[in-house]
């Protein structure tokens, strides 16, 4: 079975900062696929990032990018000229390729807390 | 204009009472997801439905029902309620049921006392 772990429980960077959270996973697919969602606290989820497995190229969406290391197994986030609406619990998750259930697994998440 | 709205938004009740947790989406996405968190913040899937049929049902207790009359709507219900069930209960839904990005509510905070 698959597994997604976050080794960090809270991160703390300072505004403008830039920060990394770490995720590794356990997998025996080749094939699949990686998020990152946030969680602030209205609660709603919103999905962040995602990378495709057979990508090598990383992906990246405005402040947010990742270190996708398939080999290694590792997916982290990183958040750069961090803002205080980035203040969040955020989640790895994984989703087999055959993703025909549409089936993610969670990682425990961090929480990201922005000093001004 | 909600993409994917939950009622109600918080639900205490006592134990061994039933109750129901609507959900409905106005995407067009024809899947649609219930999730479990718990109170240390960990997210699990417990059902996924297609186009009105289950394709994914965790392990979980058989006192948990979810229905889906169509494609926009996804309850859950829950018979005799039990202490570990307080959690916030999220629904998803997405276009197909692939990799594709899932849109979820706001979540509905259960408490059972």
């Known amino acids: 079975a698959q597994t997604v772990t976050q080794s960090q429980p809270e991160m703390s960077v300072q505004e403008a900062e830039t920060v990394t959270l770490s995720c590794t996973y356990d997998t025996s697919e080749s094939d699949y696929y990686l998020f990152w969602y946030k969680q602030p606290p209205s609660r709603q989820m919103i999905l962040v990032i995602r990378q495709e497995a057979y990508k090598q190229q990383n992906a990246t969406e405005n402040r947010f990018s990742v270190n996708f290391q398939k080999a290694a197994k590792s997916f982290s986030l990183k958040i750069s000229d961090s803002q205080l609406g980035d203040a969040a619990m955020y989640f790895c998750?994984?989703?087999?390729?055959?993703?025909?259930?549409?089936?993610?697994?969670f990682g425990k998440g961090t929480k990201l807390s922005v000093k001004p | 204009d909600t993409a994917v709205s939950q009622t109600p938004k918080y639900l205490v009740t006592q134990m061994g009472n039933d109750k129901s947790i609507k959900c409905e989406q106005n995407?067009?996405?024809?899947?649609m997801y219930w999730y479990k968190q718990d109170s240390k913040k960990f997210l699990k899937i417990m059902f996924s439905?297609?186009?009105?049929?289950?394709?994914i049902n965790e392990t979980v207790p058989n006192r948990f029902s979810p229905k889906s009359p169509d494609k926009a709507h996804l309850n859950l219900h829950i018979n005799s309620l039990e202490l570990g069930d307080s959690a916030v209960y999220f629904c998803?839904?997405?276009?197909?049921?692939?990799?594709?990005?899932?849109?979820f509510g706001p979540g509905t905070r259960l408490t059972v006392t």
């Open positions: 998803a839904s997405s276009h197909g049921t692939g990799p594709h990005e899932q849109y």
């Open positions: 998750a994984y989703m087999n390729y055959g993703g025909s259930q549409g089936n993610l697994i």
């Open positions: 439905y297609n186009n009105k049929e289950l394709i």
């Open positions: 995407l067009g996405h024809d899947t």
